[in-house]
């Protein structure tokens, strides 16, 4: 499965972004698909994940009732809508296909990641 993240950009404090992610590979719509950040200095951290056929969706208590996952298989792709950004949510932000898990090493394949900048 390779994994395409786009996306990302400059935003002010309250604004809103929506990450894409294209999953390329019969298989994809078999995974779990999440999306992690990395800030500088720090570790990377689970955001969000959706199940294999969406049913299901989980989300880092930092940002849950601000960040929507949702995917589409037939068009092998999964989004992460981004409301009520504030400053710390400024992070690359990766996508990822694996087995449901808030630790990234569960997931098998990630993406390059995208750039995510909140200004104060």
């Known amino acids: 499965v390779q994994l395409q993240a786009s996306g990302g950009g400059l935003v002010q404090a309250g604004g809103s972004l929506r990450l894409s992610c294209a999953a390329s590979?019969?298989?994809?719509?078999?995974?779990?698909l999440g999306w992690f950040r990395q800030a500088p200095g720090k570790e990377r951290e689970f955001v969000a994940a959706i199940s294999s056929r969406g049913g299901s969706t989980w989300y880092a208590d930092s940002v849950k009732g601000r960040f929507t996952i949702s995917r589409e298989n037939a068009k092998n792709t999964v989004w992460l809508q981004m409301n009520s950004l504030k400053p710390e949510d400024t992070a690359v932000y990766y996508c990822?296909?694996?087995?449901?898990?808030?630790?990234?090493?569960?997931?098998?394949?990630w993406g390059q990641g995208t750039q995510v900048t909140v200004s104060s």
């Open positions: 590979g019969r298989t994809a719509s078999n995974y779990v």
């Open positions: 990822a296909a694996g087995t449901y898990s808030t630790r990234s090493s569960s997931y098998d394949y």
